[in-house]
């Protein structure tokens, strides 16, 4: 079956710049797009009673024009791109962690309609990151420009989550033909640089292994927490790879706290690497 590469599109600036990247995505993955909408009753909101009983509502004419424009501008840019547009009923952030179980990868912009300025990651966003069951794309900072040929970066702590990052970013590296920086982070009072340095190399050499011809880098990074140091290390990446949850991480929580701060914080996009089917 050839999954899609799955985006959800509002209309808003931040959407369709992640419309933008999936089409990439979709091109360097050999899937076809599909540009979803999620949309709710418009007697959703503030009535004691479910409004759903009333019927499915039908399909928002302004969005399904705002879906087949965005789409006719896509396949203009990206020669042989495959488009498809669907609407949905439902909320944007549950659509789209449905429409996952059967896609490649989902994508997602940092803030949609009615997101506040200050909040650097919507609920929709937030939502799909966390409990989405294939890779989930999170693009941003949607008012910087973004560069497309950096490395991609990814961070190792030893953990299974970490270990799957890795193979999802060398794969991300080997598509796009772009270096792969592994790196690890250590307080600087540590001691026991050999043992970090097994760990980097070893993630590394993993990397090297699964796609013969890749350069890999590895760096160690000096720092008291893992999230700040991540977070620069990011500014000269095009991607950065992060697990669900790392060392420490508590099983009820879906992203680990470096997962997390990486995801709000980082300055280039960032892909979460959940496993594909795992049930939530």
């Not at 989930?136 to 040929?149: C, F, K, Q, W, Y």
């Not at 970090?196 to 590394?204: F, I």
């Amino acid at each position: 079956m050839n999954r899609p590469v799955v985006v959800g599109v509002d209309g808003s600036p931040s959407s369709l710049v992640a419309a933008e990247h999936a089409a990439r995505a979709a091109l360097l993955r050999s899937c076809p797009l599909h540009l979803v909408h999620g949309y709710l009753h418009p007697l959703g909101y503030g009535i004691p009673l479910n409004p759903y009983e009333l019927g499915v509502p039908a399909p928002n004419e302004e969005a399904g024009k705002m879906l087949e424009q965005t789409a006719a501008d896509l396949a203009g840019r990206w020669p042989g791109l495959e488009v498809a547009v669907r609407q949905v009923a439902g909320g944007p952030g549950a659509t789209l962690v449905e429409e996952s179980r059967r896609a490649e990868l989902v994508v997602v912009g940092s803030r949609g309609h009615g997101g506040f300025a200050g909040l650097l990651l919507g609920s929709v966003g937030t939502q799909v990151a966390a409990h989405a069951h294939c890779p989930v794309l999170v693009v941003r900072p949607a008012e910087e420009p973004i560069t497309v040929d950096g490395p991609v970066l990814v961070g190792v702590d030893g953990s299974e989550a970490a270990e799957l990052a890795v193979g999802y970013a060398a794969e991300e590296a080997a598509r796009r033909g772009a270096e792969l920086v592994v790196a690890h982070v250590d307080r600087p009072d540590e001691e026991g640089p050999a043992q970090t340095g097994d760990l980097v190399e070893t993630a590394a050499a993993a990397a090297r292994g699964s796609h013969p011809g890749l350069t890999v880098a590895v760096r160690l990074l000096l720092a008291d927490k893992p999230e700040p140091a991540l977070i620069e290390a990011s500014s000269g990446a095009a991607l950065v790879v992060v697990g669900t949850r790392g060392r420490g991480g508590f099983a009820g929580m879906l992203l680990g706290s470096v997962s997390q701060s990486l995801v709000q914080h980082a300055h280039c996009p960032v892909l979460v690497a959940h496993p594909y089917g795992q049930a939530r």
